[in-house]
């Protein structure tokens, strides 16, 4: 899974990856796009990432969860 993170700073990003990384567990790394940051979240940590968020999700939403 992809964040676009396009519009922060690369300070911003890696903040961002070490709480995800730190406090829920995911395994995810950052590269560089077209001269911006995105956080790839690896596919070993979509179980994890959708028992997170799923609760907060509107029920058109929920595919975007899926494989």
Excluded: E, W
Aim: charged letters at 15%.
């Amino acid at each position: 899974m992809v964040l676009c993170t396009d519009s922060y700073s690369i300070p911003d990003v890696v903040k961002l990856m070490n709480v995800l990384i730190i406090r829920y567990g995911l395994v995810c790394t950052f590269r560089l796009h077209g001269g911006n940051t995105r956080i790839y979240i690896r596919k070993q940590s979509l179980p994890a990432l959708c028992a997170l968020v799923n609760p907060y999700m509107h029920s058109s939403m929920l595919y975007k969860l899926r494989d």
